[in-house]
C-alpha cells in the first residue's frame, strides 16, 4: 500500500489473492508487483489484509473490497457458490446502507473480520460569530477510533481550526456567509467530509444581543467549572449527572471518583471530552508513536482524545460524578489527562472550554 493509497499485490495467485486474472488459479510466481484494480472505489486505500488464500482491502471511505478464495464464505458469498474457484477480481462487499468499515481482519484462509466504523461529523450547526469578537466552538466526531484529525476548507478571515480537538477559535474581522467543508479522519485512515454554514454578523451598536460569561455572542454562560479531587482512583460508576454532589468514597485514602462542578445560566447539552498526553517522536514535522524504527528521533507531545460524554444539564449548580467509565465499555486507565468541558444550548450556540486537568491514581 503505498503513501497514496495505491494496492500492489505479488506472490502465488492460485486462488485469485492478488486482485488480477494473471495465473489465476496457478501455483506459479507472480514477482512483478501488479496494481490491483478496485471498480467503484471512493477514495484511497487505507487497510489491508492478505496472505493465504484471501485478501481484503479497505478505502477511506469505509468501502471495504474482497477476492480470492470464497471457500467458506469469506468473502461474504459474492456469488453463492462456495467452492475452491478463484475470485482475482475485487469485489465490494455489501453492507447495510450509512455503514463504513474501519479495519480488517482475517484468518489463515477461512474467515474475515471487520470493525465497523460509522465515523460521522456529529456537529450539524455552527453558532454565529460576530466582527471584532472572541469567538470560540468545537467540533464533535461520532463513531471511529481516536485519536481524530480535522482539517477544514472555507473559515472566515481571522479563524482557525485546530486539527487535534476540533475547536475553531479566533476574532472574525468581516462579516458574511461562509461554507465550511470540515474533514474528519480516524486513527484508521476512515475520512468523513460534512459542510457547515458560519454566518459572521456586523457588531451591533447599544446593548446588543446578550453575551455568555466567555464571551461567545448568545452562548449559554458555564462558570465555577472545578474539580472535587484532582487524584483519584477509578470505580465501577457510570456518569452521573446529578444536583448535589455525590459522597465521596475513598481507597487508601485516596477518592474514588471526582465530581465536576459547573453552573449553567440555562439549560443546556454539556460535552465532557476527555483527553490524555503520551510521548511520542517528531518525524516530518508529525508527532508519532514512537517505534524501533523512530527512537532516535527528537522526542514529541502527543495529545490522544478518549471519548467523551454528553448530559443534559439544568440551569444552576450542576455535577458529574465521574469514576472513569466513559460508557458500560470503555474506562480510562491510570495515567494524566485533561476534561474539556462545553455546554451547548438548542440553537447550537456553544460556550468557550473550560479545561480541568486531574490524575487517576494506580489501584
Known amino acids: 500500500m503505498t503513501g497514496s493509497g495505491q494496492l500492489y499485490a505479488f506472490g502465488q495467485n492460485?486462488?485469485?489473492?492478488?486482485?488480477?486474472?494473471?495465473?489465476?488459479g496457478s501455483a506459479a510466481a507472480n514477482a512483478t508487483p501488479g496494481l490491483v484494480a478496485l471498480a467503484g472505489a471512493s477514495g484511497p486505500v487505507t487497510q489491508v489484509a492478505a496472505g493465504s488464500e484471501h485478501s481484503l482491502a479497505v478505502t477511506a471511505s469505509g468501502q471495504l473490497y474482497a477476492f480470492g478464495s470464497d471457500q467458506r464464505g469469506q468473502l461474504a458469498d459474492q456469488d453463492g457458490i462456495f467452492l475452491t474457484d478463484p475470485h482475482p477480481i475485487p469485489a465490494l462487499v455489501a453492507f447495510e446502507p450509512g455503514t463504513t468499515?474501519?479495519?480488517?481482519?482475517?484468518?489463515?484462509?477461512?474467515h474475515s473480520l471487520v470493525l465497523v466504523s460509522n465515523l460521522a461529523v456529529a456537529t450539524a450547526t455552527l453558532a454565529s460569530a460576530e466582527?471584532?469578537?472572541?469567538?470560540?466552538?468545537?467540533?464533535?466526531?461520532?463513531?471511529?477510533?481516536?485519536?481524530?484529525?480535522?482539517?477544514?476548507?472555507?473559515?472566515?478571515?481571522?479563524?482557525?481550526l485546530d486539527t487535534a480537538s476540533g475547536a475553531i477559535t479566533g476574532t472574525p474581522?468581516?462579516?458574511?456567509?461562509?461554507?465550511?467543508?470540515?474533514?474528519?479522519?480516524?486513527?484508521?485512515?476512515?475520512?468523513?467530509?460534512?459542510?457547515?454554514?458560519?454566518?459572521?454578523?456586523?457588531?451591533?451598536?447599544g446593548a446588543g444581543r446578550a453575551t455568555g460569561g466567555d464571551g461567545n455572542a448568545g452562548a449559554p454562560q458555564l462558570s465555577a467549572a472545578r474539580l472535587s479531587a484532582s487524584k483519584w482512583r477509578l470505580?465501577?460508576?457510570?456518569?452521573?449527572?446529578?444536583?448535589t454532589a455525590a459522597t465521596a468514597r475513598k481507597k487508601n485514602g485516596?477518592?474514588?471518583?471526582?465530581?465536576?462542578?459547573?453552573?449553567?445560566?440555562?439549560?443546556?447539552?454539556?460535552?465532557?471530552?476527555?483527553r490524555h498526553a503520551l510521548i511520542g517522536r517528531k518525524v516530518s514535522g508529525k508527532c508519532v508513536a514512537k517505534t524501533p524504527g523512530n527512537a532516535g528521533k527528537p522526542r514529541c507531545t502527543r495529545t490522544l482524545s478518549d471519548g467523551a460524554v454528553r448530559l443534559q444539564g439544568r440551569k444552576g449548580s450542576n455535577y458529574l460524578h465521574f469514576e472513569g467509565s466513559l460508557n458500560r465499555t470503555k474506562k480510562l486507565?491510570?495515567?494524566?489527562?485533561?476534561?474539556?468541558?462545553?455546554?451547548?444550548?438548542?440553537?447550537?450556540?456553544s460556550t468557550a472550554?473550560?479545561?480541568?486537568?486531574?490524575?487517576?491514581a494506580n489501584s
Do not use: C
Open 14 to 24: 492460485l486462488h485469485g489473492e492478488l486482485g488480477t486474472t494473471t495465473n489465476s
Open 101 to 110: 468499515i474501519g479495519t480488517v481482519g482475517k484468518g489463515l484462509g477461512n
Open 131 to 160: 466582527v471584532g469578537a472572541p469567538y470560540q466552538a468545537t467540533l464533535t466526531a461520532s463513531g471511529g477510533t481516536a485519536p481524530f484529525r480535522w482539517s477544514g476548507e472555507g473559515l472566515p478571515a481571522g479563524l482557525a
Open 173 to 205: 474581522g468581516g462579516p458574511g456567509s461562509a461554507s465550511l467543508k470540515v474533514t474528519l479522519s480516524d486513527y484508521y485512515g476512515t475520512t468523513i467530509t460534512r459542510t457547515l454554514t458560519l454566518t459572521v454578523t456586523q457588531k451591533s451598536g
Open 235 to 243: 470505580g465501577a460508576k457510570l456518569p452521573q449527572l446529578t444536583g
Open 254 to 274: 485516596v477518592p474514588i471518583g471526582t465530581n465536576i462542578s459547573f453552573n449553567l445560566d440555562r439549560a443546556a447539552r454539556v460535552t465532557f471530552t476527555f
Open 333 to 349: 486507565k491510570p495515567g494524566a489527562y485533561s476534561v474539556a468541558v462545553t455546554a451547548t444550548d438548542s440553537d447550537g450556540k
Open 353 to 360: 472550554t473550560k479545561t480541568l486537568r486531574f490524575a487517576i
